[in-house]
């Protein structure tokens, strides 16, 4: 029997006891209520009968002529005849019919003598027979109510064993499946639930079983691939040439390769598993990595070179930081799930790249010299003291002197370039007022603006704190931007200068704008780079050689502000660094 079919008879077996019960109980009061009307019917009517006869019997003694007498007793004798329920009573009722009769032919005293004594022998009848149904109606309200308790009591126990049994029935199995859950949850597969019955919950059980089996089955399964690709990706990290470390989202070490190790020292056992911060205070390497990991993810560069002495060897390495997250399909977003550090040594390319800055320099101070001797021979050439150009002559003349200064400009921003490479140029960092920067700045641009009529329009509010900054280096980079601008504008064009307290309030901001053809935006992060130019602008000035943005870059970068540029095709170009305050 299935436990819907439990549950209903449970409640049809109460409900068959709740409706005899009733029944019995409505059928007890109703035969105790038929008994005592019975009494009051048959035996108390004559009991008050005999009583009125009694009193009617003595007004007749009293009054013999009255009307109230006999007259009235010969009427409640003639009820008394249509009330007869006893028996023996209908003798005595005869018996006073005739005594009337003898009694209105002589009126005596013997007569009524006879009705009296008849009347009480009535009376006394249906007396005694109200105590002898008294008596049976008090057995018969007793055996009813041992009987009805008695029922109750059995009826009590039924539905005991039914409230106790059949919800039993229903939730056994729930705990059951509970159970084997909470195995399941916990990854142990093979507490199955014992099928014990046919019923709904036999059913679900021998379901869930088959369920733990495929699942159990599909978890081997996935295990054994989840081990293979682990083993794999393993490998594949185990021999890797870069330093490879893992931490989880609470900056737990998860993998640490060879080489990670032996960069910190340490051997694989006490990394893996170790807590970053633990780890940290044995190592010094891992304090700068945890630095950049806990830096603003808005501040974190996208490569970070780090100098490591090893064996008294400086090596270089750079330190790419990613943020692994992972989609929760549950809760419908992307979750942060660690975060994953890779050192790649660059030692070869440091020494690659520091043989070709000093190369850069020898060449550049090797060419210095002889170009600036070509530069004062060709002033020779046009001075009229050594002899006569003619037009032609003279304009290949200018030519080569442009030429030649073309190239000093060159092998001068080469010789920049390497010193900065090399952190041979000191900074001379001092509080600079704004205003001044500008005007160190803006005083030698005055002459380049003439000959395309261009305006240079200044912004500067009065109240706008110093900087700390190097002034000769920071004025470079804004002439250098100047000198971009008016290279870029058109003719009758307009340039402004301004500056303002950069967002936050902890740098100035100058910016430098043009109303020139703009740049592409997939151009604007690379133009900061050595030798880069955007297309326009190798069409636009062919005598730039692709280092003034590169060498302002470095400048600003190494006084702790910012350069970039904010433009857009035809509308012009916005360039700007950030200094900060001298506090």
């Given at each position: 029997?299935?436990?819907?079919s439990?549950?209903?008879?449970?409640?049809l077996?109460?409900?068959?006891?709740?409706?005899?019960?009733?029944?019995?109980?409505?059928?007890?009061v109703?035969q105790?209520?038929?008994?005592?009307?019975?009494?009051?019917?048959?035996?108390?009517?004559?009991?008050?009968?005999?009583?009125?006869?009694?009193?009617a019997?003595d007004?007749a003694?009293?009054?013999?002529?009255?009307?109230?007498?006999?007259?009235?007793?010969?009427?409640?004798?003639?009820?008394e005849?249509?009330?007869?329920?006893e028996?023996?009573?209908?003798?005595?009722?005869?018996?006073l019919?005739?005594?009337?009769?003898?009694?209105?032919?002589?009126?005596?005293?013997?007569?009524?003598?006879?009705?009296?004594?008849?009347?009480?022998?009535m009376?006394?009848l249906?007396?005694?027979?109200?105590a002898?149904?008294?008596v049976?109606?008090?057995?018969?309200?007793?055996?009813?109510?041992?009987?009805l308790?008695?029922?109750?009591?059995?009826?009590?126990v039924?539905?005991?064993?039914?409230?106790?049994?059949?919800?039993?029935?229903?939730?056994?199995?729930?705990?059951?499946?509970?159970?084997?859950?909470?195995?399941?949850?916990?990854?142990?597969?093979?507490?199955?639930?014992?099928?014990?019955?046919?019923?709904?919950f036999?059913?679900?059980?021998?379901?869930?079983n088959?369920l733990?089996?495929q699942?159990?089955?599909a978890?081997t399964?996935?295990?054994?691939?989840?081990?293979?690709?682990?083993?794999?990706?393993?490998?594949?990290?185990?021999?890797?040439?870069?330093?490879?470390?893992l931490?989880?989202?609470?900056?737990?070490?998860?993998?640490?390769?060879?080489p990670?190790?032996?960069l910190?020292?340490?051997?694989?056992?006490?990394?893996?598993?170790?807590?970053?911060?633990?780890?940290?205070?044995?190592?010094?390497?891992?304090?700068q990595?945890?630095?950049?990991?806990?830096a603003?993810?808005?501040q974190?560069?996208?490569?970070?070179?780090?100098?490591?002495?090893?064996?008294?060897?400086?090596?270089?390495?750079?330190?790419m930081?990613h943020?692994?997250v992972?989609?929760?399909?549950?809760?419908?977003?992307?979750?942060?799930?660690?975060t994953i550090?890779?050192?790649h040594?660059?030692?070869?390319?440091?020494?690659?790249?520091q043989?070709?800055?000093?190369?850069?320099?020898?060449?550049s101070?090797?060419l210095?010299?002889?170009?600036?001797t070509?530069?004062?021979?060709?002033?020779?050439?046009q001075?009229l003291?050594?002899g006569?150009?003619?037009?032609?002559?003279?304009?290949?003349?200018?030519?080569?002197?442009?030429?030649?200064?073309?190239?000093?400009?060159?092998?001068?921003?080469?010789?920049?370039?390497?010193k900065?490479?090399?952190?041979?140029?000191?900074?001379?960092?001092?509080?600079?007022a704004?205003?001044e920067?500008?005007?160190?700045?803006?005083?030698?641009?005055?002459?380049?603006?003439?000959?395309?009529?261009?305006?240079l329009?200044?912004?500067?509010?009065?109240?706008?704190?110093?900087?700390?900054?190097?002034r000769?280096?920071?004025?470079?980079?804004?002439?250098?931007?100047?000198?971009?601008?008016?290279?870029?504008?058109?003719?009758?064009g307009?340039?402004?200068?301004?500056?303002?307290r950069?967002?936050?309030?902890e740098?100035?901001?100058?910016?430098?704008?043009?109303?020139?053809?703009?740049?592409?935006?997939?151009?604007?992060?690379?133009?900061?780079?050595?030798?880069?130019?955007?297309p326009?602008?190798?069409?636009?000035?062919q005598?730039?050689?692709?280092?003034?943005l590169?060498i302002?870059?470095?400048?600003?970068t190494?006084?702790?502000?910012?350069?970039?540029?904010?433009?857009?095709?035809?509308?012009?170009?916005?360039?700007?660094?950030?200094?900060?305050?001298?506090?």
């Amino acid at each position: 029997m299935n436990i819907k079919s439990k549950i209903t008879v449970g409640f049809l077996a109460l409900l068959g006891l709740l409706i005899i019960l009733g029944s019995y109980a409505h059928y007890t009061v109703q035969q105790l209520d038929s008994r005592s009307r019975s009494v009051l019917q048959d035996n108390f009517y004559s009991v008050q009968l005999g009583q009125d006869m009694l009193v009617a019997l003595d007004e007749a003694e009293a009054q013999p002529t009255s009307p109230e007498g006999l007259p009235r007793f010969h009427y409640l004798l003639s009820r008394e005849a249509g009330n007869v329920t006893e028996p023996g009573e209908r003798p005595v009722v005869d018996s006073l019919t005739r005594s009337l009769a003898q009694l209105s032919v002589a009126n005596n005293a013997a007569a009524l003598a006879q009705l009296r004594q008849l009347t009480h022998r009535m009376v006394q009848l249906n007396m005694q027979a109200v105590a002898r149904k008294d008596v049976q109606a008090n057995r018969a309200a007793g055996r009813a109510g041992r009987y009805l308790l008695t029922f109750i009591v059995l009826s009590i126990v039924v539905a005991l064993g039914f409230v106790l049994s059949i919800p039993e029935a229903a939730v056994s199995g729930l705990h059951k499946l509970t159970a084997s859950m909470a195995h399941a949850a916990q990854g142990d597969f093979t507490a199955s639930i014992p099928v014990e019955s046919r019923d709904e919950f036999g059913q679900v059980a021998s379901s869930f079983n088959q369920l733990l089996v495929q699942v159990n089955d599909a978890r081997t399964s996935n295990l054994a691939g989840l081990m293979t690709e682990r083993n794999r990706v393993t490998s594949i990290v185990q021999t890797l040439d870069e330093a490879l470390l893992l931490l989880d989202e609470n900056q737990r070490i998860l993998v640490a390769n060879p080489p990670a190790c032996a960069l910190l020292e340490l051997p694989e056992s006490e990394v893996v598993g170790a807590d970053a911060d633990d780890l940290a205070a044995r190592s010094p390497l891992m304090q700068q990595l945890l630095a950049v990991v806990r830096a603003p993810a808005s501040q974190r560069k996208a490569a970070v070179p780090l100098a490591l002495m090893q064996r008294g060897e400086e090596l270089h390495y750079r330190l790419m930081v990613h943020d692994a997250v992972s989609f929760n399909a549950p809760l419908d977003k992307m979750e942060f799930v660690g975060t994953i550090l890779a050192l790649h040594n660059v030692s070869d390319f440091k020494r690659l790249d520091q043989t070709k800055s000093n190369f850069l320099a020898t060449v550049s101070h090797e060419l210095k010299t002889p170009l600036s001797t070509i530069n004062f021979h060709l002033k020779l050439l046009q001075n009229l003291r050594v002899g006569p150009l003619n037009a032609e002559q003279q304009q290949i003349v200018e030519s080569l002197k442009q030429e030649n200064q073309r190239l000093l400009k060159l092998t001068h921003s080469l010789l920049d370039v390497s010193k900065l490479e090399s952190g041979v140029i000191p900074l001379n960092l001092r509080t600079t007022a704004v205003a001044e920067l500008l005007a160190y700045a803006t005083d030698p641009i005055q002459l380049q603006l003439a000959p395309k009529h261009l305006t240079l329009e200044i912004d500067l509010p009065p109240d706008l704190p110093p900087v700390l900054a190097d002034r000769e280096k920071t004025a470079w980079v804004l002439l250098n931007l100047l000198a971009n601008a008016v290279r870029y504008s058109p003719e009758a064009g307009r340039i402004t200068v301004s500056a303002a307290r950069a967002i936050g309030g902890e740098a100035v901001e100058v910016r430098v704008q043009d109303r020139g053809p703009g740049i592409e935006p997939e151009y604007q992060e690379h133009i900061f780079q050595r030798f880069a130019q955007a297309p326009d602008a190798v069409s636009t000035a062919q005598d730039g050689s692709g280092l003034g943005l590169s060498i302002s870059h470095e400048f600003i970068t190494t006084q702790g502000g910012l350069l970039g540029v904010h433009s857009a095709p035809g509308a012009g170009s916005t360039f700007f660094f950030t200094l900060p305050l001298a506090t």
